[in-house]
Nanobody, 113 residues
Framework: QVQSVESGGGLVQPGGSLRLSCTAS????????MEWYRQAPGKQRELVAY???????WYGASAKGRFTIARDNAKNTVYLQMNRLQPEDTAVYYC???????WGQGTQVTVSS
């Protein structure tokens, strides 16, 4: 069974940056579109960004211009660089392997002064 583990979350002040990482086990990472979702308390899980197997990218409205998604197939890892963070970005961030349907356990991002 494919497993993925997120890291890089934490507490950051408004305007700060974080880089999230998600590393997956197994050899099928490169065959999957990799997605980052987030879920804030009391809200539905929201798709933030994804990167396709051919390195095409898509960003949700909240991420456009501030976040960058990238993948490194040699390391089975997808990254989410988040800049100019705001309190409304506070959420648990999850990575998802679209084709296999595998979810990570999530990493907490808190933006607060």
């Amino acid at each position: 069974q494919v497993q993925s583990v997120e890291s890089g979350g934490g507490l950051v002040q408004p305007g700060g940056s974080l880089r999230l990482s998600c590393t997956a086990s197994g050899s099928i990472f490169s065959q999957n579109t990799m997605e980052w979702y987030r879920q804030a308390p009391g809200k539905q899980r929201e798709l933030v960004a994804y990167v396709t197997t051919s390195d095409g990218t898509w960003y949700g409205a909240s991420a456009k211009g501030r976040f960058t998604i990238a993948r490194d197939n040699a390391k089975n890892t997808v990254y989410l660089q988040m800049n100019r963070l705001q309190p409304e970005d506070t959420a648990v961030y999850y990575c998802h392997m679209r084709e296999t349907g595998s979810w990570g356990q999530g990493t907490q991002v808190t933006v607060s002064s």
